[in-house]
């Protein structure tokens, strides 16, 4: 075997890419390097080649917050034939790829070997060359741009199903379902201006349209591959509280319709129980 011989300043800084990124030996952080040297210089020659207008995304008509941030359920299109894979849970990049126009992914599905958490398209975010994820990471905002690009999609495509225009073959309380099971499982505290997509113990609920709060109990089903039914309490705008149940089709329709968004949540109720 071939032994190379580095300074100590280099041998550091493999050191520290290698635990950083959970590399098996430092073979896989040396090709890891030369694959990143090749894709931007790669970048580099795409760029130059661009003459008198600048290169338009395929998903330019989408309406959403990043330009170079997409997940992959939506993506048809990129602007450099290069992608990075990155899982919105703990901030880790899955894989590499180099694609062809136009993109088609009726099936993507992959575990992220830092969280291990099992993804699928719906959840799993597409970078494009021109973010710039190295300074994005320096100023610690990476994690919150994938989390917002995520949640910024599970919106709209919620609001396609709720208006019959959504792209997909999957029935809405799939979508519900998944989307649900994704959220418990990131732990996220959602945000307050965003309807929910999920429905989760511990958190009240307003709905926007009757302005009664909801706060959810405990699930009364252990439906595998389908949404709960759970017992609540209703507080009417009246102050009347009620104890209830509700099925797994009465909270399919009230989060599909866009109707609930977070009252009051208190930190750690997203976490799946143990």
Not at 90 to 114: A, D, I, K, Y
Not at 152 to 180: G, S
Request: proline share 3%; hydrophobic share 40%.
């Amino acid at each position: 075997m071939a032994n190379i011989r580095v300074k100590d300043w280099t041998k550091n800084k493999l050191r520290g890419i290698r635990a950083a990124e959970s590399h098996s030996s430092y073979d896989s952080v040396v090709k890891t390097l030369l694959k990143d040297r090749k894709i931007a210089k790669y970048a580099d020659d795409a760029s130059d080649t661009v003459t008198g207008e600048s290169v338009q995304s395929q998903d330019a008509d989408i309406d959403k917050p990043f330009d170079d941030l997409t997940v992959l359920a939506e993506l048809t299109g990129n602007h450099d034939d290069v992608l990075f894979l990155w899982c919105p849970n703990c901030g880790n990049e899955l894989v590499h790829l180099t694609v062809e126009r136009p993109l088609g992914c009726s099936v993507f599905e992959m575990e992220c070997q830092r969280c291990l958490t099992h993804l699928d398209s719906w959840a799993i975010v597409a970078i494009e060359l021109q973010y710039p994820i190295e300074q994005k990471m320096i100023e610690g905002q990476l994690q919150a741009d994938l989390k917002a690009c995520v949640i910024d999609y599970w919106d709209r495509t919620l609001q396609a199903a709720a208006n019959d225009t959504l792209d997909t073959e999957a029935p809405a309380d799939r979508l519900v379902w998944q989307f649900d099971q994704y959220h418990k499982q990131f732990s996220w505290d959602w945000p307050t201006d965003v309807p929910t997509v999920s429905f989760v113990p511990g958190v009240t609920y307003r709905n926007t349209v009757t302005d009664e709060r909801i706060e959810v109990v405990e699930a009364v089903t252990e439906n595998r591959n389908a949404m709960d039914a759970y017992t609540v309490r209703r507080y009417a705008a009246d102050g009347d509280v009620v104890s209830d149940q509700l099925d797994s089709s009465a909270i399919v329709d009230r989060i599909v319709n866009r109707e609930l968004v977070v009252a009051e949540q208190t930190v750690g109720t997203t976490k799946p129980t143990t």
